[in-house]
């Protein structure tokens, strides 16, 4: 080969070599300190698009699960609301038993009659006043819980219903022009409050159903959750043990290389031997 001072091609060479050794050792470092393996859309655009779609679809379930979790709650405190009904509407029962009775003064049905108004009152606060998260709980209106894993939406209607002394159940037994003050008045309102009591069974029961379903929902957008976090970890995560290989591998490579382009800007000196 001609001794030449135009050009040194050794030295571009391993310039251009060195430049490519620093760019994967920038990588590899960017792989170690993030933990991903991708770190723009020039590591694997392919990749990052799908991961971005899953990770989106995570998110919108995560939501979607917490949304059915927060209606979960409104039911436990309706159905909690509920069983407190049932305990006024049992001692109710013993009222009405002990008014029928032949053995029961006037003054005494008055006495019981008034614990009995008592009851209603209860049960009409708590039907206007149990609430969750600032919301009239016992409502005619039906609440949607929202769903969604980005790609496609659905509900779960929940009903409630209405409660108060007037209107207990699905049946809406109506209590409120029940008294016990008289023998028969007592029998027929102690038929009211059987049916009362059945009918607010029926409504817990539907409240269970409902909690169930939520549930169900719940867990399985948890399991969607786990799986998709799993395939966006597969996509994105670095394999340290590889990157801690490539580091080596580049460290080593820059030292070579910054010695070879030493070398080569060093080599065309010696064509000033000749002008000696």
Do not use: C, H, W
């Amino acid at each position: 080969m001609a001794l030449s001072i135009l050009n040194n091609i050794p030295s571009l060479m391993a310039e251009n070599q060195l430049s490519i050794t620093q760019q994967g050792l920038q990588k590899t470092l960017f792989q170690l300190s993030s933990g991903s393996r991708i770190n723009s859309g020039a590591d694997d655009a392919a990749g990052l698009a799908i991961a971005d779609v899953l990770s989106a679809n995570i998110t919108s379930l995560q939501q979607s699960a917490a949304n059915a979790n927060d209606g979960v709650g409104a039911l436990q405190v309706a159905d909690g609301a509920l069983a407190q009904v049932t305990t006024l509407l049992n001692r109710a029962v013993t009222l009405a038993t002990e008014s029928a009775t032949g053995t029961v003064s006037s003054d005494q049905r008055t006495a019981i009659n008034a614990e009995f108004t008592a009851i209603k009152a209860e049960i009409d606060r708590i039907g206007s006043q149990t609430s969750f998260n600032g919301t009239s709980v016992f409502t005619a209106s039906t609440t949607s819980i929202f769903l969604s894993d980005a790609n496609s939406n659905s509900t779960i209607a929940v009903n409630v219903g209405v409660l108060s002394s007037s209107s207990i159940g699905p049946s809406t037994t109506n209590l409120s022009g029940d008294d016990l003050t008289t023998s028969d008045s007592a029998t027929t309102a102690l038929a009211d409050i059987n049916s009362a009591i059945a009918s607010v069974a029926a409504s817990r029961g539907n409240l269970g159903a409902g909690m169930n379903r939520l549930a169900s929902a719940v867990n399985v957008m948890q399991n969607q959750v786990q799986n998709l976090t799993a395939a966006v970890d597969t996509i994105k995560s670095a394999d340290i043990g590889t990157s801690v290989a490539n580091l080596s591998k580049y460290q080593i490579l820059q030292q070579t290389g910054i010695s070879a382009l030493a070398q080569a800007n060093s080599s065309q000196q010696s064509v000033l031997k000749l002008l000696q």
